[in-house]
């Protein structure tokens, strides 16, 4: 397991405060804190990669409002991203404050659990392919999770500016909890697969 450690951070002329390019297991062993809005924590160039937050948080420095939400600012900067990888999981901790999307992960095989999406600008997760497992996507600008191809399970979305979840092409959603997204409007739209113990505003989901 290869450690990150905020207290040693490379000085880099990117957006990208860490970016990994060597499949394996990398692990948090602090806070990450992300300096703007625009700047990016992890952007991983290698498939075959787990982040694995070990219980802390990247925390960027957008903050989000009660709904309907407003963030205090915008960007171009994701908790983690990957593009045109394959199984990449990202797990057990925060990721909060960022100028785009929390987890953003164009990938077949992508895996986030156990983690708590929050005060997002762009929305909590943009996942293209992949399980979204015991999460929570809360108070985000945007689309609390979207994306093609997924299943959510045992996850509590809330308090999202847009759909709790917009998912495409074969997703589905199974013994999830969905409150006051899209001002108390529809929680999901009309494509994912319901498969049973949702809850959309206290009442069973359509």
Known sequence: MTPIDPANMPVVASRFMV?????????????????????TAIEI??????????????????????????CSATGTGNGVHAVSRDNIVVRNGTISGMG????????????????????NAGGGTALFGGVIVGSAVQSNGGDG?????????????????AFGFKAYGNSAYANSLFIG??????????????????????????
């Open 45 to 70: 160039n290698a498939d075959n990669v787990i982040i694995d937050l070990g219980g802390y948080a990247i925390a960027g420095p957008v903050s989000c409002s009660p709904p309907p939400v407003s």
């Open 181 to 206: 997204n899209n001002r108390g409007g529809a929680q999901v739209n009309a494509v994912p697969e319901a498969r049973g113990g949702n809850l959309c505003n206290g009442s069973m989901c359509p």
């Open 145 to 161: 999770i979207t994306g093609i191809d997924l299943l959510l399970q045992g996850t509590a979305v809330r308090d999202n500016e």
């Open 19 to 39: 970016t990994i390019t060597e499949p394996g297991t990398y692990r948090l062993s602090g806070n990450l804190i992300v300096p703007d809005a625009d700047t």
């Open 100 to 119: 785009n999307v929390g987890i953003y992960l164009e990938t077949n095989t992508g895996r986030i659990e156990n983690v708590t999406l929050a005060n």
